[in-house]
């Protein structure tokens, strides 16, 4: 029995959703904030967040708020890969363990 391919599909679907999970959490929040900011009595409150938002993605990506994005996304995936590997290496750890 082929593990390999099994794995190898496994983490490119695993890099893929876990990269795509905080990139579009971070693009949604950006996305509401700059639609309240075009609201009459919220513009303070969502142009305040805008700024609060691109801070952060700036810390993370050494002032450039589209490098912090793809850092924290980069970092989600790496994290997703790792979970993945050490959830396949388990189960084939068990699966082997009871034969």
Known sequence: MSTLPNLLRSLLLTSIFTFLAPVLLISILLAGSAVISYLPHLEAFGTGSLEQIASFLKVF???????????????????????????????????NHHQ
């Open 61 to 95: 990506g050494s002032g450039s708020v589209w490098r912090g994005i793809i850092v924290i996304g980069s970092v989600g995936s790496l994290a997703g890969v790792l979970f993945d590997t050490y959830t396949f290496y388990r189960f084939q750890n068990l699966r």
